[in-house]
C-alpha cells in the first residue's frame, strides 16, 4: 500500500473506527460491538476493513453480535431504570417538585407487564412532589390591598444513613453506593446511569444530568 494511500485511510478514519488490535478477532470484535451499542455510538457496516481479509468475515459476524448484545442489555438497563412503581414515583416525585405538568405517558421501553406499576408509581410520586415543592416567596395583601411579600417556611434538612456513612440535607439520594444531599433548599438530587447529581432544576437525557445550578 503507497504511503499517499495509507494517510488518506487514516485521515478518513471515523473517530470511533477501532483499531486493528482493538477489533481483529471475533472476541475483540464482540466486545467493539458491545461498547458500541452501549455508548449509543451508530453500528458501523463494516469495522472490518482495518483487519486481514482472511478474518474480515469472522470480525463482522462478531462486531454484529455484540452490537445486537449491547443493545439488548441497553434496553434492559432502561427499562430498570424507567419503569415499574419506584421509577414511576421517583421521576413522579421530581416533575412535581419542579412544578411540571403531571406525564400522561408511560416510556415507551416499559413491557406491558410493567405499566400499570409504572402509572402508579407516578402518580403517588407526583403528589408527593407537589406537597413537597422546595419554599417559594408567599404574597399577602394588608387591609390597604397592598401586596407584603412573606418568605414561606424553610424545608428541614433530612438524613440519609447507608455503606456506614451519614449524610444531611435537601432531595437526598442513596445510589451507587453514594449518599448525596443538596445543600440548598431548593435544591433536589436525582440518580441515572451510575451518576448522582444536585441542583435545581435536574434533569437527565441521553445519558447525561443537568442541573441549572450544579453543586
Known amino acids: 500500500m503507497s504511503g499517499a494511500v495509507l494517510f488518506l485511510l487514516v485521515a478518513c478514519r471515523h473517530p470511533f473506527q477501532p483499531t486493528q488490535a482493538e477489533v481483529c478477532t471475533y472476541d475483540k470484535a464482540v466486545r467493539v460491538g458491545e461498547s458500541h451499542a452501549m455508548s449509543g455510538i451508530s453500528q458501523f457496516g463494516n469495522v472490518s476493513y482495518v483487519c486481514a481479509i482472511d478474518v474480515r468475515e469472522e470480525v463482522d459476524r462478531g462486531y454484529d453480535e455484540g452490537y445486537q448484545q449491547g443493545m439488548a442489555l441497553r434496553l434492559e438497563n432502561e427499562r430498570a431504570r424507567v419503569c415499574g412503581y419506584d421509577a414511576g414515583y421517583k421521576d413522579g416525585a421530581n416533575d412535581g417538585q419542579r412544578g411540571v405538568a403531571m406525564q400522561g405517558q408511560v416510556p415507551?421501553?416499559?413491557t406491558a407487564a410493567t405499566i400499570a406499576e409504572t402509572e402508579r408509581g407516578y402518580r403517588e410520586g407526583y403528589t408527593f412532589g407537589m406537597e413537597n415543592k422546595p419554599a417559594q416567596v408567599n404574597v399577602?395583601?394588608?387591609?390597604?390591598?397592598?401586596?407584603?411579600?412573606?418568605p414561606a417556611a424553610r424545608p428541614e434538612e433530612e438524613c440519609i444513613e447507608a455503606?456506614?456513612?451519614k449524610e444531611c440535607g435537601y432531595g437526598c439520594i442513596e445510589a451507587y453506593g453514594q449518599l448525596r444531599c443538596a445543600t440548598e433548599p431548593n435544591h433536589r438530587c436525582i440518580e441515572a446511569y451510575g451518576q448522582i447529581a444536585c441542583g435545581l432544576n435536574c434533569t437527565e437525557s441521553f445519558g447525561e444530568l443537568s442541573c441549572d445550578e450544579e453543586e
Open 108 to 110: 415507551d421501553v416499559c
Open 140 to 150: 399577602t395583601m394588608d387591609h390597604s390591598g397592598h401586596g407584603i411579600l412573606k
Open 163 to 165: 455503606y456506614g456513612q
